[in-house]
């Protein structure tokens, strides 16, 4: 078990310089989740329109994997179809599993390692599973 | 005591973790089993497995005393009057629920009162919402000084004639801290309050007398006791026990079944519902042996020198931050390494083959009084030294350098 594999240098730089980290004032959908087994937190709006993300930005208290999956996902969604979103949570749940996945926006590879440290695969999922649930939402409403 | 010799007897402390020896220091959460548990077990599923009184057959019997026998050892163990008075559970939280679900939906009713702490764990809580939602109960909080403990003139306070339940943890799960059980069962005595206390984290590393403390109930877990995991145990005064009602119903636990109505069980069975957990009962008494062999003062004893040391050496690490009280405490120690979040801190240390705890704890309230999300906790038993303490130190400083790299 290598730490390196899992604290990359990129995810290192996404827990120090987060990316979207902030909350929108504009009408968002706002999805609240938490892990309940260490009670990190995420807050994540996003602005959907014509079914893309236009905009997405979070807010919450957690780990350095959580806080970079967060910052690295909604940076990766945005200007995405919901279509393409929902098939990159998709993905990035291949990922966990120890998949071999590619993604466009390369530096979620990076998180590939904590598949082999099974107990913070939830730190990992947190901002997709928020990101799943606001579009699952939107696409109810709409 | 020697911590290194009585090692040995925990198969699973032999093992390397990571390219580590193990250093396991997770207890509070669960401890590990010595040989003499497992062989316990084992040997009764080989010679003596059969349902209880019920079989006439000789391996009927034989569970049959193997089962009573471990309700026997327990009354011993924490000094209960009669056997009677000894309730198998799956756990803590099992008992508690009982007491809540039985005694005090009964007990409560609109504008009564339900007295527990802020640092209560959640099954020493959610319990007693439920009962306060379903009866209109109210509930109120001892507060707690800066240190995390209690002061006898807010107990006073806050129990009130008609406070019908005092629901409170013996030991800290993350504070560390000792709670005045005797004290505050005399205060809700006082009141014609009964005390329940959650014995969790003290039966297995403090001598436990309940006609001493005097409480009305008492839960506590065998897993964390040397004992396997799906057994525990329900402590309650006979006068209280006969009139509540059982909670769970089917075989077992009656008396005369009618197609209409049907009747229960003396105690303690009347509240055993269905097959008991036979195998963990038996396992729980050769773990109570276990521990009366070293002693329970000598175990206490042990753990309190060795807290005291993992305090000060942990005070050292530029940054850290300690919570609890730093004396009258048991053998754990909640911490958190500047910004470095408990989930990594573990991580980093489970590389070095260290295994702490990570996250609330099933104390989410307190986690908010110490205006934290999530902590970091390493707990110690009767195998556990200084050198484990070491370890730990070693461990949290290449934390802070991987971090310091990493973030700095």
Redesign the interface.
Known sequence: MQLDDLYRRVIMDHYKNPRNRGSMEEDAVTVNLNNPTCGDRISLQMQLQDGIVKQAKFTGEGCSISLSSASMMTDAVKGKTYEEALEMAERFSSLMQGEPVEFDYEELEALSGVSKFPARIKCATLAWNALRKGIEHDGQNG | MNARELREQFPILQQQV??HPLVYLDNAATSQKPRAVLDAVSRYYEFSNSNVHRGVHTLGSRATDAYEGARERVARFIGAGSTQEIIFTRGTTTALNLVAASYAREACGEGDEIVLTPMEHHSNLIPWQQVAKATGAVLRYIPLQSDGTIRIEDVEATITDRTKVVSVMYVSNVLGVINPIKEITEIAHRHGAVMVVDGAQSTPHLKVDVRELDCDFYAFSGHKMCGPTGIGVLYGKKHLLERMEPVEFGGEMIDHVDLYDSTWKELPWKFEGGTPIIAGAVGLAAAIDFLEEIGMDAIDQHEKTLAAYAFDRLSTIEGISLYGPTSGRVGLITFNLGDV????VA??L??EGIAVR???HCC?PL?RWLEV??TARASFYLYNDEADVDALVDGLLKTKE??GH??G
Do not use: Y
């Open positions: 990571n390219g979040h408990p989930h990594d991580t980093v489970d590389a990570a996250g609330h989410q986690m999300t999530a991987f971090f990493a973030i």
